[in-house]
């Protein structure tokens, strides 16, 4: 048999250890170092942010947003069923109620039409994610917010790093959203996320939030004397030593954007036409839209020739997996929310979809057998 395909192997540019070698020399380890502001001033040019905060996770900076939205108890928060568990998570700790949207079909994401019926007074954030890059109808979800009072938009952005609608990056529409550098995400530093301010008035106070409740960032900046307590907060802030590790990859954001979109664009030219043809669709970005190249997936005609294909390639070494187990109708998600919500598109979905390996450094040979390999249990199974 052929050496296995892995599902995922994190993305590593070569030139990590070297600047880790440098933070231990800096010796600045902790947060708030060189590299984290190097980090943190790369990706706000790039994604034209007014702030942005490195953090421990994506899941801190959803904390860390839900706590910026001033979430309390009893507020309701509009989520996706379709994601994973700490998009919901972060609000329901802070005490919401959670109310879940369905996705569309095309884009896998919650829209202005899915979400509008669950919007009254209480709702005090609509939190988006753009599954795979594919922007999940910003532009209506932010009209929605925008006609509520006290009701922010904060976009789960951990798969659209860098991906673009009609000339704006993902993620820039939401007062605030959120990056993962988990070793799954494309760029990463084991584990890591990123806060990423689109809207003025929250800078000051996500700075005390990261610094554990205190105002420490004016008084480095000379603003006040010695510096105090003044609000909630955590050690959100994410090592320099792990900074350094992102700032390698950031600085090599067109090589690793463009390996992993020219194999998705060999994926999409070997499979596109055979999978249409056996009833299987592929998932792609939206027009005006260019892509993340995050993951690669295919939806299955049904839930029993999804699984099948699952065994047969795990069969033969091909590491595929399935996404996302529904959060609507889990038991966390059942025990945070008003009531029973239906989302029949997101329950079909989860149920054919199949996700192929897909890495940075994935080889193009690699990316042929998997196709071939996928063709040829089509062609035994159907
Ligand atoms: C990966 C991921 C997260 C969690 O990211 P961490 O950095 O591991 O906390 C949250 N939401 C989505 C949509 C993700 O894909």
Redo the contacts with the bound molecule.
């Keep these: 048999m052929q050496a296995p395909v892995p599902f995922n192997s994190p993305t590593i540019v070569g030139t990590e250890s070297e600047l880790l070698s440098a933070a231990l020399s800096n010796r600045h380890i902790s947060a708030g170092g060189p590299f984290t502001k190097e980090a943190s001033e790369l990706l706000r040019d790039g994604l034209d942010a007014k702030a942005v905060l490195l953090t421990t996770?994506?899941?801190?900076?959803?904390e860390m947003a839900a706590m910026l939205a001033r979430i309390e108890p009893g507020d309701a928060v509009v989520v996706p069923s379709f994601?994973?568990v700490?998009?919901a998570l972060a609000f329901a700790r802070q005490g919401a109620v959670l109310r879940f949207a369905d996705i569309e079909p095309d884009t896998l994401g919650i829209s202005q039409r899915t979400v509008a019926p669950l919007i009254d007074e209480s709702v005090r954030a609509v939190v988006p994610?753009h599954?795979a890059g594919i922007p999940a109808d910003p532009v209506g979800l932010r009209n929605v917010v925008d006609a509520q009072n006290d009701c922010l938009l904060i976009e789960?952005n951990?798969?659209g790093l860098f991906a673009e609608l009609d000339g704006r990056p993902i993620g820039s529409i939401g007062e605030l959203s959120?990056l993962?550098?988990?070793e799954?995400?494309n760029f990463s530093c084991g584990?890591?996320?990123a806060l990423v301010v689109n809207d003025e008035s929250f800078v000051e106070r996500a700075q005390v939030l990261l610094d554990k409740g205190t105002n420490r960032a004016r008084f480095i900046q000379g603003h006040v004397d010695k510096y105090t307590w003044v609000d909630t907060g955590s050690s959100f802030g994410l090592s320099d030593a792990l900074a350094a590790l992102l700032v390698a990859q950031l600085r090599e954001r067109d090589s690793v954007l463009s390996k992993r979109r020219s194999l998705e664009t060999r994926y999409r030219s070997l499979l596109g036409d055979p999978l249409a043809k056996a009833g299987f669709t592929m998932p792609s970005t939206v027009p005006g839209a260019s892509t993340a190249a995050h993951l690669v997936s295919v939806l299955a005609p049904s839930y029993s020739v999804r699984d099948a294909l699952l065994n047969y390639l795990r069969g033969v070494g091909i590491h595929a997996t399935f996404h996302y187990v529904p959060l609507h109708d889990s038991v966390g998600g059942l025990d945070r929310s008003d009531r029973e919500y239906d989302c029949p598109v997101t329950t079909d979905v989860s149920q054919r979809l199949l996700r192929l390996p897909f890495f940075t450094d994935m080889t193009q040979a690699q990316v042929d057998r998997v196709a071939a390999e996928l063709l040829l249990a089509i062609d035994k199974l159907l």
């Design positions: 996770s994506c899941t801190a900076a959803l994601t994973f700490t998009t994610v599954y789960d951990a798969h959120t993962s550098f988990h799954t995400k584990e890591g996320g």
